[in-house]
């Protein structure tokens, strides 16, 4: 079944510096979404990528999805303490009407920053 | 709009009880999911619904049964609850229509089962 693997599994920044998660799939990908869950919290929609090597910016936060569809990345500049909590990646295959149209989701990235 | 609601927020269980996880969405979105998340762990889906009364397996669906009956509602019964179902459970809720397909998670279920 397709799988999706995202790295590392935590990172520990200092305020101000960058950061970076990476996702893979192994089947390539009809749109690749990311989910942002802060402790203790559910996860929420951040952002969607369809197109092969779309790039997408929300303020500080950069959204790459690779040429193949079968990659993507979530780059945030200058971290800051709100941007703590588990950035998911979540992959979807063709769409279909009526056929579940599930999404894979990576284990996460846990974002912790030290102020 | 409320958004997509779970009940109750926390439970615990002894071995070998039955309990039913709520989940109600007013955005009337035609697709449902019930995921869980282990602790550190990612979502896995245990069962999905297309619509009222189509459900259908996920990944993960052993000792979990669903049932769809309107388009707000999707509960999810544990029957004879085991300690490998302690979990949050995440119920979701999403409209494929022009996009983009995201879902809208409710606030979770944390099970414990002792």
């Known amino acids: 079944g397709q799988q999706v693997m995202q790295i590392p599994q935590y990172q520990h920044v200092q305020e101000g510096e960058d950061f970076t998660t990476y996702c893979n799939s192994s089947?390539?990908?009809?749109?690749i979404q990311w989910y942002k869950q802060r402790p203790g919290g559910h996860p929420v929609f951040l952002i969607q990528l369809v197109k092969s090597g779309e790039v997408k910016k929300q303020k500080r936060l950069t959204f790459q999805f690779g040429e193949a569809k079968k990659n993507s990345s979530l780059h945030i500049t200058a971290t800051q303490t709100t941007d703590v909590g588990t950035y998911f990646c979540?992959?979807?295959?063709?769409?279909?009407?009526?056929?579940?149209?599930?999404?894979?989701f990576g284990g996460g990235t846990r974002l912790m920053v030290k102020p | 709009n409320a958004g997509v609601t779970q009940t109750p927020k926390f439970r615990i269980l002894k071995i070998g009880q039955s309990m039913t996880l709520q989940c109600t969405q007013d955005?009337?979105?035609?697709?449902m999911y019930w995921y869980r998340q282990d602790p550190g762990m990612g979502l896995k889906l245990i069962y999905y619904?297309?619509?009222?009364?189509?459900?259908d397996k996920g990944e993960v669906p052993n000792g979990y049964n669903v049932s769809r009956s309107t388009t707000e509602d999707f509960p999810l019964r544990l029957e004879l609850a085991a300690p490998s179902q302690t979990s949050v459970y995440f119920c979701?809720?999403?409209?494929?229509?022009?996009?983009?397909?995201?879902?809208?998670f409710g606030p979770g279920t944390r099970l414990t089962v002792t």
């Open positions: 979701a809720s999403s409209y494929l229509g022009q996009g983009p397909y995201e879902q809208y």
């Open positions: 979540a992959g979807q295959t063709q769409l279909v009407m009526n056929a579940g149209n599930m999404l894979t």
């Open positions: 955005m009337n979105h035609n697709y």
């Open positions: 089947t390539t990908l009809s749109n």
């Open positions: 619904s297309v619509g009222a009364g189509i459900t």
